[in-house]
């Protein structure tokens, strides 16, 4: 499974848009990009995947490089409860989803 | 609504003794998962199980033992062999490859398991 990086941490503030990096430079071009978070002491949550081409849902837009090699997941308003652990996850299917450190957003009035 | 139960949502075991984790799922997955997560740390998966009857052992199955003879339920029984059991468990399923080839997982609230 290709390996994922992501900083450790970021800010941003309350209404504004949060965009957080993933890079995923070995990538096959079967596997899928997923995006998860994980709120304190709670089951993580599913935000959205993608494999080529841009996605958008209610949560989150996924932006992903012409190259596969990394991606931006992009909370365009964010609110003080999407504080959490923002996991970004690389693999063919989804089965054994490796989940690394992630990056713990704060988002802060 | 659909979704994955887990309980107890605490336990407190002393050193020495088994405990069982339940989880169940109404979502008619064929897949399930257990994970464990550490404070500060991602999740590491312990078991899974693609079928009923049938589980492989996932990065840290030592001294954790599962079984699937229901599509609903994936009970985790952590024994005594397990050196350091205290730990947040997450469950998991997911349906399969749906038609975009991708595998969702839903999760479970958890259970936090505290030896004493």
């Known amino acids: 499974d290709a390996k994922t990086t992501q900083p450790p941490s970021m800010d941003c503030a309350e209404g504004r848009a949060a965009n957080l990096p993933c890079n995923h430079s070995t990538i096959s071009g079967n596997e899928y990009v997923y995006w998860y978070r994980q709120i304190h002491s709670q089951g993580p949550q599913y935000i959205i995947h993608?494999?080529?081409n841009n996605e958008t849902n209610e949560m989150a837009s996924l932006i992903i490089t012409e190259d596969r090699k990394s991606s931006t997941l992009i909370l365009p308003h964010a609110t003080l409860r999407d504080t959490a652990v923002y996991y970004c996850i690389v693999r063919v299917g989804g089965n054994k989803l490796v989940f690394g450190a992630g990056t713990i957003l704060r988002v802060k009035s | 609504d659909g979704g994955i139960t887990q309980s107890p949502k605490y336990l407190f075991r002393k050193e020495g003794q088994n405990v069982t984790l339940s989880c169940e799922q109404n979502?008619?997955?064929?897949?399930m998962y257990w994970y464990r997560q550490d404070p500060g740390q991602g999740l590491r998966l312990i078991y899974y199980?693609?079928?009923?009857?049938?589980?492989q052992k996932g990065d840290i199955a030592e001294g954790y033992s599962v079984s699937r003879e229901k599509k609903e339920s994936f009970p985790l029984t952590v024994t005594s062999a397990q050196k350091n059991p205290t730990a947040f468990y997450l469950c998991?399923?997911?349906?399969?490859?749906?038609?975009?080839?991708?595998?969702?997982?839903?999760f479970g609230a958890g259970s936090r398991l505290t030896v004493l």
């Open positions: 199980s693609q079928i009923v009857n049938d589980f």
């Open positions: 998991a399923s997911s349906g399969g490859q749906g038609t975009s080839g991708a595998n969702v997982l839903t």
């Open positions: 979502l008619n997955h064929d897949a």
């Open positions: 993608g494999l080529k």
